[in-house]
Antibody, heavy 122, light 107 residues
Framework: EVQLVQSGGEVKQPGESLTISCEGS????????INWVRQLPGKGLEWMGT????????RYSSSFEGHVIISGDRSIGSAYLHWTSLEASDTALYFC???????????????WGQGTLVTVSS | DIQMTQSPSTLSASVGARVTITCRSS??????LNWYQQKPGKAPDLLIS???YVASGVPSRFSGGGSGTVFTLTIINLQPEDFAIYYC?????????FGGGTKVEIK
């Protein structure tokens, strides 16, 4: 069983950069994708993008492309979400979630990280 | 983007009740529909994959159905631990999208 552990909460100021992480343990990551999902305070779930760990192939939602960067490290089964310039509207809970398979689609997310709360405030 | 619409947004029910949540997609997604349960302050948990496959460890009182554009999640004999928010998710096309959620409350 794959377990995902995310980095701790962050408090940042607008304009600052930030990288949060998601580290997996358990089964092989050869066919693992790590997805990032945003949850604004009191709101629903939004898919941001995904990375296939074996070759770092990424896909983004157009709503987030250009504002965040998703990267990964296959050797340690980790994925990262990076902002170069945070905005107050980035204040949210961010989850990583795994799916397995060869495709970005058609699968469900069977393991989730515990969430990382990012607060952006001046 | 494929829009996912859940109804109702809030549902009040008693322990032991049978409840059904509906999820509609703006275009056909075949059976590429998943359901998740989220409790306050926690990550979502997978309940149902591919519209009707109950995930490992999920009680048999949960079931899913549908295909194309209309899907349902049914819980029979509602238990206290089932009071939570439920989300549907389409995995048919990028971007993956979620429904707005259905909050199941204690009546």
């Amino acid at each position: 069983e794959v377990q995902l552990v995310q980095s701790g909460g962050e408090v940042k100021q607008p304009g600052e950069s930030l990288t949060i992480s998601c580290e997996g343990s358990g089964n092989s990551f050869t066919t693992t994708w790590i997805n990032w999902v945003r949850q604004l305070p009191g709101k629903g779930l939004e898919w941001m993008g995904t990375i296939r760990l074996r070759d770092s192939y990424t896909r983004y939602s157009s709503s987030f492309e250009g504002h965040v960067i998703i990267s990964g490290d296959r050797s340690i089964g980790s994925a990262y979400l990076h902002w170069t310039s945070l905005e107050a509207s980035d204040t949210a809970l961010y989850f990583c979630a795994r799916h397995a398979g060869d495709y970005v689609l058609y699968s469900s997310y069977d393991s989730w990280g515990q969430g990382t709360l990012v607060t952006v405030s001046s | 983007d494929i829009q996912m619409t859940q109804s109702p947004s809030t549902l009040s029910a008693s322990v032991g009740a049978r409840v059904t949540i509906t999820c509609r997609s703006s275009e056909s997604i075949s059976s590429h529909l998943n359901w998740y349960q989220q409790k306050p302050g926690k990550a979502p948990d997978l309940l149902i994959s591919s519209a009707s496959y109950v995930a490992s460890g999920v009680p048999s009182r949960f079931s899913g159905g549908g295909s194309g554009t209309v899907f349902t999640l049914t819980i029979i004999n509602l238990q206290p631990e089932d009071f939570a928010i439920y989300y549907c998710q389409q995995a048919s096309s990028v971007p993956v999208t979620f429904g707005g959620g259905t909050k199941v409350e204690i009546k």
